[in-house]
């Protein structure tokens, strides 16, 4: 019963290529999260979103997009990938009290 | 805007010995603070927050910390490490105003118990 989870764990693909990521919450909370983290662990917020309404957009290149059909599910889908895309991408929930919730991520290795 | 520092990037320790993580934050408002952990190859894990109330909150796995207000700090603490607790640890603020607040992490510590 995993809280949140995402899929794939690890994605391996060339530059130039689109790719997509998904997250999906089992917890019943509103909102939802894309976090990136970099090689030196440095944990930044990307976008989030309440109840399928976009409420947080970073300063993200516009090749990524993200998009949440419903409340339970937040994807995130980036276009022409970058050498310097590779990093550890975490979905996260947030419930009352300020739980957070994370899933174990999705490596992301650009070649 | 809100900064969190932490100052060590890596702290080792002997098994069973007391650690101590620091962690300082910079912030025009008031917040709340989180300690999270990360193990190896998985997401964060809640240790503890601070949203009120006492100013010495106690986690899992044994670690507890203190806010300080007039020092804005809120280190972690643990009396006696295990082995299992090797991993990175993050401190963290958000605003208490409310509404949809950004949360802000530090660079992390890596703690390294030794056998």
């Known amino acids: 019963d995993t809280a949140v989870s995402q899929t794939p764990k690890y994605l391996v693909t060339q530059m130039g290529n689109d790719k997509s990521i998904k997250c999906e919450q089992n917890?019943?909370?509103?909102?939802m999260y894309w976090y990136k983290q970099d090689s030196k662990k440095f944990l930044k917020i990307m976008f989030s979103?309440?109840?399928?309404?976009?409420?947080i957009n970073e300063t993200v290149p516009n090749r990524f997009s993200p998009k949440s059909p419903d409340k339970a599910h937040l994807n995130l889908h980036i276009n022409s990938l970058e050498l310097g895309d590779s990093a550890v991408y975490f979905c996260?929930?947030?419930?009352?009290?300020?739980?957070?919730?994370f899933g174990s991520g999705t490596r992301l290795t650009v070649v | 805007a809100q900064s969190v520092t932490q100052l060590d990037s890596q702290v080792p320790v002997f098994e069973e010995a007391p650690v101590e993580l620091r962690c300082n934050y910079s912030?025009?408002?008031?917040?709340?603070l989180f300690w999270y952990v990360q193990y190896p190859n998985q997401g964060l894990q809640l240790l503890l927050k601070y949203l009120s109330g006492s100013t010495l909150v106690k986690g899992i796995n044994g670690f507890e910390a203190e806010f300080n207000k007039s020092q804005t700090s809120f280190h972690l603490r643990k009396p006696s490490v295990h082995i299992s607790d090797t991993a990175e640890y993050f401190c963290?603020?958000?605003?208490?105003?409310?509404?949809?607040?950004?949360?802000?992490f530090g660079t992390g510590t890596k703690l390294q118990v030794i056998p």
């Open positions: 917890l019943g909370h509103d909102t």
């Open positions: 912030s025009s408002v008031s917040v709340y």
């Open positions: 996260a929930s947030r419930g009352p009290n300020y739980g957070y919730t």
């Open positions: 963290a603020v958000i605003p208490n105003s409310g509404g949809y607040q950004k949360v802000t």
């Open positions: 979103y309440n109840n399928k309404e976009l409420i």
